[in-house]
């Protein structure tokens, strides 16, 4: 593998199964690792343990998407290393139920953590790092079941997600030319506690079709994403 100078990603939802998967492929490239945590900073102690042998900074960072008000203040900081990569991985346990069944306030709680928080974070780190420094990567984690037709039963899930495909959409559109590139993945099923909201039958089914990735799949996209960013204004898919 090639290291180059150092440089830091800000990784949101870096404590679960595939955060801190992308967390220990980015920290092995020599990334420092500004850890999003929005329940407990204690969560991030074992991470930095993992990560030790690497020899790089692992900072937490408050990243609530709940607690929106919050996270220009998160970001208001000077990093270890100049922040080259925002990945917003964050996500909500889906409800797994029909169109019709799928409560409203459960479709609020999906947009909040799939678009109105990465909203703002987004432009925060936009105002105080990547602006400043005229280049910034924005890697963002969505769903292959977004796409035509989208997978039933997950209808506040993939809301959510269709909105962040369009923040950041909307965001590469505005700032691409001050040096915004993005990159947005959409993995298959990620073996992670998410997978479990599925019925044992469903998961059984999408086993035997091998669309169950595991989390180190997924990193493995989403670390060479961050070591090869797309020029300035791009806007990439990439799929698992």
Same mark, same amino acid.
């Given at each position: #593998?090639?290291?180059?100078?150092?440089?830091?990603?800000?990784?949101?939802?870096?404590?679960?199964?595939?955060? *801190?998967?992308?967390? /220990?492929?980015?920290?092995?490239?020599?990334?420092?690792?500004?850890?999003?945590?929005?329940?407990?900073?204690?969560?991030?102690?074992?991470?930095?343990?993992?990560?030790?042998?690497?020899?790089?900074?692992?900072?937490? %960072?408050?990243? @609530? #998407?709940?607690?929106? @008000?919050?996270?220009?203040?998160?970001?208001?900081?000077?990093?270890?290393?100049?922040?080259? !990569?925002?990945?917003?991985?964050?996500?909500?346990?889906?409800?797994?139920?029909?169109?019709?069944?799928?409560?409203?306030?459960?479709?609020?709680?999906?947009?909040?953590?799939?678009?109105?928080?990465?909203?703002?974070?987004?432009?925060?780190?936009?105002? *105080?790092?990547?602006?400043?420094?005229?280049?910034?990567?924005?890697?963002? %984690?969505?769903?292959?079941?977004?796409?035509?037709?989208? =997978?039933?039963?997950?209808?506040?899930?993939?809301?959510?997600?269709?909105?962040?495909?369009?923040?950041?959409?909307?965001?590469?559109?505005?700032?691409?030319?001050?040096?915004?590139?993005? =990159?947005?993945?959409?993995?298959?099923?990620? @073996? =992670?506690?998410?997978?479990?909201?599925?019925?044992?039958?469903?998961?059984?089914?999408?086993?035997?079709?091998?669309?169950?990735?595991?989390?180190?799949?997924?990193?493995?996209?989403?670390?060479? !994403?961050?070591?090869?960013?797309? =020029?300035?204004?791009? /806007?990439?898919?990439?799929?698992?």
């Amino acid at each position: #593998m090639t290291v180059t100078a150092r440089r830091s990603a800000i990784i949101t939802g870096a404590t679960g199964g595939l955060g *801190r998967e992308i967390c /220990y492929q980015l920290a092995a490239y020599g990334w420092d690792i500004l850890a999003g945590w929005h329940r407990s900073e204690d969560s991030t102690h074992s991470l930095s343990s993992e990560l030790a042998s690497f020899n790089v900074q692992v900072c937490p %960072l408050k990243l @609530d #998407m709940f607690n929106v @008000d919050a996270l220009a203040i998160a970001v208001d900081f000077d990093p270890p290393s100049p922040i080259e !990569a925002l990945i917003i991985n964050a996500a909500r346990l889906p409800q797994i139920a029909p169109f019709g069944r799928v409560e409203l306030e459960e479709v609020r709680l999906q947009f909040n953590v799939s678009a109105l928080g990465p909203y703002e974070l987004i432009r925060s780190v936009w105002r *105080r790092h990547f602006r400043p420094q005229h280049r910034g990567h924005l890697i963002v %984690l969505s769903t292959a079941g977004l796409e035509l037709p989208p =997978t039933p039963g997950m209808a506040g899930y993939i809301v959510g997600k269709a909105a962040l495909e369009a923040v950041v959409s909307c965001a590469t559109s505005e700032y691409g030319s001050g040096g915004l590139a993005t =990159t947005v993945i959409r993995p298959n099923y990620i @073996d =992670t506690p998410l997978l479990r909201a599925f019925e044992p039958r469903f998961i059984q089914l999408l086993r035997e079709k091998n669309r169950v990735i595991s989390p180190a799949q997924v990193a493995s996209v989403v670390v060479d !994403a961050a070591n090869n960013p797309p =020029t300035a204004g791009e /806007y990439i898919i990439r799929k698992t």
